[in-house]
């Protein structure tokens, strides 16, 4: 019997700020298909290069806009207990990740230029090995989460 999956979601803001990503994302794939439709109007090559870079410029925007930020934050969970911390994310290949609490080193939130302006921040975990991060989580809940797991990290420390 398996064990349940983490009750914690991240932020629903985390959509919208994924979403721009994939709008940014779509621009650049914008302007190199308007440099290929240049470079084929120019150089007379076949029209399908045109419509292949119109295709992969609606693909992309399509599943990078629409598709994948809500599956991802469909399948985005976390928890935080005395003894570990366990991660669920992935689309296709869902990974599920238990951090023991004795294995924290230390714990950062992060936040960048559009994360700030949405009131986000990114938690990330190290251990001696890797770095795991929570996305996306609203600041103040980042904050109180940081302080919380290196205070049961430095408990489960002591312990040892």
Same mark, same amino acid.
């Given at each position: 019997?398996?064990?349940?999956?983490?009750?914690?979601?991240?932020?629903?803001?985390?959509?919208?700020?994924?979403?721009?990503? #994939?709008?940014?994302?779509?621009?650049?794939?914008?302007?190199? #298909?308007?440099?290929?439709?240049?470079?084929?109007?120019?150089?007379?090559?076949?029209?399908?290069?045109?419509? #292949?870079?119109?295709?992969?410029?609606?693909?992309? @925007?399509?599943?990078?806009?629409?598709?994948?930020?809500?599956?991802?934050?469909?399948?985005?969970?976390?928890?935080?207990?005395?003894?570990?911390?366990?991660?669920?994310? #992935?689309?296709?290949?869902?990974?599920?990740?238990?951090?023991?609490?004795?294995?924290?080193?230390?714990?950062?939130?992060?936040?960048?230029?559009?994360?700030?302006?949405?009131?986000?921040?990114?938690?990330? @975990?190290?251990?001696?090995?890797?770095?795991?991060?929570?996305?996306?989580?609203?600041?103040?809940?980042?904050?109180?989460?940081?302080?919380?797991?290196?205070?049961?990290?430095?408990?489960?420390?002591?312990?040892?």
């Amino acid at each position: 019997m398996g064990r349940q999956e983490p009750k914690m979601r991240i932020s629903e803001r985390a959509l919208t700020v994924w979403r721009l990503y #994939g709008w940014i994302s779509a621009a650049f794939t914008l302007l190199a #298909g308007a440099g290929v439709t240049t470079l084929a109007i120019l150089f007379d090559w076949s029209v399908w290069f045109i419509i #292949g870079s119109a295709i992969a410029l609606v693909l992309e @925007i399509i599943l990078f806009v629409f598709v994948l930020p809500t599956l991802k934050w469909k399948r985005w969970r976390y928890e935080v207990r005395e003894e570990e911390i366990e991660l669920q994310h #992935g689309i296709f290949v869902v990974t599920r990740t238990l951090v023991p609490m004795v294995r924290v080193q230390h714990v950062d939130t992060e936040q960048g230029p559009i994360l700030r302006k949405y009131r986000l921040a990114t938690i990330s @975990i190290s251990t001696a090995a890797t770095l795991h991060q929570i996305p996306a989580l609203d600041i103040d809940e980042a904050d109180e989460l940081r302080d919380s797991i290196s205070a049961l990290a430095r408990v489960a420390e002591d312990d040892v």
